[in-house]
């Protein structure tokens, strides 16, 4: 009996979210959302595994009516295709039972995250509503969705969808390419740029101090120990490639306090009109050889002891290297390198990530911004 009423509601959930569904049309943003796979993990669709890459997303009815098995069967074969343009694939179905989902993925090969809406309201969110909008002949409702997010187009079968949605990668990949062979800047970041904040004499002696001590540290400072450089591994998504020396020479960093306060403090006030009173501590960091792990990128505020950083500053202090660009990758997989002693201030909740450095070493000095009120949230 209790089965029986379960299941009722359930069935009763999705005609009831038709007042709240979304409208969804091309060039709309996306809704992210969060829903858990056949193995009970969380995904989202923005996280920054997947953030910054081109998406298919598939709205298809339960698993285990034929021809869904089939439209999703052909996903599944095109998956290879999708990777090698860069794209990721979801799918979410009306099907909650974690155990057919995982056989059908088994027997599939499928190796995209199959994601159970198990009331609707994902399906809502995209302007569906679950066991309506997906009836025979139509098994699924496929939302191609652009690098930074938004809705490049809408497809419903019995068309083709598979290779419309793999048409669409292509041509997202090759109006990048031609409008980066013309020299157009596709999608800037919203970053700020400003030219010689360091000297090319401080630029090298900064170097220069970096290369000159060696005090590597496997945890950072106690409480009560004397200050003193240090450097340590930065192995974020488990990097090889990264080494920062944390300044503590109270001489050097007046120096570049100053030049910070007049030559960058004022421009980001200007740009983003946020009065920088505080800063981290200042770091330079170097990076050469093989990246290794994962190649994803990051957020500088996304863990309860960053929240209060605003922006990042990242300052170039070399350029006799290859590769190694700062990569905004929602909006351009084309990156950014300055000349000697060029400041880039961005926000610190933009996805970005440092490329392997090809050639040579990459040196920058860095830190993050922040004011009394950034710390507001945190003291509550």
């Known amino acids: 009996m209790s089965l029986q009423i379960k299941t009722d509601v359930l069935g009763r959930s999705a005609p009831l979210l038709q007042s709240y569904r979304a409208e969804i049309a091309v060039g709309d943003f996306a809704p992210d959302f969060d829903a858990l796979d056949a193995a009970g993990r969380k995904v989202r ?22 021809d869904v098995r089939t439209a999703l069967t052909a996903w599944a074969r095109a998956e290879p295709a999708i990777d090698a343009l860069g794209g990721h694939l979801f799918i979410v179905t009306s099907h909650t039972e974690a155990r057919a989902m995982k056989a059908f993925a088994r027997e599939t090969g499928l190796q995209a995250p199959i994601l159970g809406d198990c009331n609707g309201a994902l399906f809502a969110r995209y302007g569906l509503v679950r066991g309506a909008d997906l009836q025979a002949p139509v098994t699924s409702r496929v939302f191609v969705i652009t690098a930074n997010g938004q809705v490049h187009s809408i497809m419903t079968e019995p068309t083709d969808t598979v290779a419309a949605g793999t048409a669409a990668l292509k041509d997202l990949a090759q109006e990048a390419a031609t409008k980066a062979q013309a020299g157009w800047i596709p999608g800037h970041a919203p970053i700020l740029v400003v030219p010689n904040v360091l000297e090319p ?38 990097r090889q490639d990264r080494i920062d020396h944390v300044i503590q020479d109270q001489a050097l960093l007046a120096r570049l306090d100053k030049r910070i306060h007049d030559r960058v403090v004022p421009q980001v006030m200007k740009a983003f009109a946020f009065q920088v ?30 929240l209060y950083r605003r922006f990042a500053l990242s300052v170039a202090l070399n350029d006799d290297y290859e590769g190694g660009e700062l990569v905004f990758r929602e909006y351009a997989g084309k990156g950014y390198r300055g000349d000697v002693g060029t400041a880039f201030v961005f926000s610190s909740s933009l996805l970005h990530e440092i490329e392997e450095t090809t050639r040579g070493v990459r040196y920058n000095l860095i830190s993050h911004f922040f004011n009394e009120a950034s710390l507001q949230p945190q003291q509550r």
């Open 277 to 306: 009173t505080r800063r981290e501590t200042l770091h330079i960091a170097r990076y050469a050889g093989a990246r290794e792990g994962i190649e994803i990128g990051h957020r500088d505020n996304q863990h309860p002891a960053t």
């Open 201 to 238: 004499a401080d630029c090298r002696a900064l170097i220069e101090h970096y290369e000159s001590s060696d005090n590597f540290r496997v945890a950072k400072p106690g409480p009560g120990e004397p200050p003193a450089d240090y450097k340590f591994a930065v192995s974020d998504y488990n």
């Open 45 to 66: 669709l923005f996280e920054d595994a997947f953030a910054g890459r081109p998406a298919i997303l598939v709205f298809a009815d339960r698993l285990d009516r034929n």
